[in-house]
């Protein structure tokens, strides 16, 4: 039986207290928050798990193997560090943290003392993204040529920090699970459209090696809600949207093909292949659950998380890079590359 301690019942938590006290062979033992009322629910709904205001008492507790972070960015290396120097395997919101540097110290420690630390790139572990990444590895989309994503809604506003660090997230690690590359290069442009807030609206694109081209579109200031990807290919296009019920993946046989002329100065001819669109049957899962059972395995294992601390790490980088580049104005921000995969 593998015990959890929770710090943080705000958004995010009951999420996660839900999907970890649901598993067979877990059990949440204590839940932090600085809130009272938050904590007044936890007792309601788990009356044997304790509750405190202190996330020290959860850190320290002996009885606790691993700690689950769901607190504001700014405070995922103290907590993070200080569960890690105690023993505890460590579970870490997206993203690991506010800087690669502490991304990095994070990383180091939890090597060096042999102890799990997993973030929690849900997405990663839905059916749909899972499918796409199989589908990309095993060559049946082609030669990758685009990823295009549109991830907005209204709110849910941030205050320690902006719409790339908050959504774009996603897309990165979705990325991360899907290209065996890294950009070389991001560049990203935003705003902040109410007073005292970061940045509401971006865009980020990111240029690689290959020829391939990465674009995000976040957004908290829209009127609708949209989730929705393409992937295109030199033989298959895809689409994923994530809001759909059903069919969450469509795959369309289609493209283009160029052939030249005699003289191809002269004549370049674009065709077109219109095929068949199809939908794969997916696994009915809860990605957040399935991202649960994952952690519990991986520390009973003592294997290595799919979202590790150098998914966490590589994702950090690139959002630093962003935010370079949006300071700047869209200026082009080289990141570091990692080896191919």
């Known amino acids: 039986m593998i015990t959890i301690g929770v710090l943080g019942y705000g958004y995010w938590g009951p999420n996660l207290v839900r999907n970890f006290a649901e598993l067979p062979d877990a059990r949440v033992v204590r839940v932090s928050d600085v809130r009272l009322d938050r904590l007044e629910r936890v007792t309601a709904r788990y009356p044997a798990t304790k509750v405190g205001t202190s996330a020290n008492d959860v850190i320290d507790d002996p009885s606790v193997d691993a700690v689950v972070i769901a607190t504001p960015v700014h405070t995922h290396f103290e907590l993070g560090m200080a569960a890690l120097r105690s023993g505890k395997h460590v579970w870490m919101e997206k993203p690991l943290a506010a800087t690669s540097d502490q991304a990095a110290r994070l990383l180091d420690e939890a090597d060096r003392r042999g102890l799990a630390?997993?973030?929690?790139?849900?997405?990663?572990?839905?059916?749909?993204?899972?499918?796409?990444?199989?589908?990309?590895?095993a060559g049946e989309l082609g030669d990758l040529q685009y990823y295009d994503s549109v991830r907005i809604n209204l709110g849910h506003f941030q205050s320690d920090v902006n719409v790339l660090w908050d959504l774009a997230v996603h897309d990165l690690s979705i990325m991360d699970c899907l290209l065996e590359e890294s950009p070389v290069a991001v560049s990203a442009t935003g705003l902040a459209h109410v007073s005292g807030s970061p940045e509401n609206i971006a865009y980020l694109t990111m240029f690689f090696d290959a020829t391939l081209i990465g674009h995000i579109h976040v957004n908290w200031l829209a009127p609708v809600k949209i989730r929705r990807t393409l992937l295109g290919g030199t033989r298959r296009m895809l689409v994923f949207d994530d809001l759909?019920?059903?069919?969450?993946?469509?795959?369309?046989?289609?493209?283009?093909?160029?052939s030249f002329s005699a003289d191809k100065l002269a004549t370049m001819r674009v065709g077109y292949r219109m095929g068949d669109m199809w939908s794969p049957q997916l696994a009915l899962r809860e990605p957040l659950h399935a991202a649960a059972r994952h952690f519990v395995d991986v520390i009973t294992a003592k294997a290595t998380p799919i979202s590790d601390g150098h998914a966490g790490l590589r994702i950090v980088k690139l959002l630093e890079a962003a935010s370079q580049s949006l300071a700047c104005q869209g200026r082009p921000i080289s990141v570091g590359r990692r080896a191919l995969v």
């Open 244 to 258: 759909e019920a059903s069919d969450k993946i469509k795959i369309y046989d289609r493209g283009v093909s160029v």
């Open 117 to 137: 630390l997993m973030v929690d790139h849900t997405f990663v572990f839905a059916a749909a993204v899972q499918k796409m990444r199989d589908l990309t590895h």
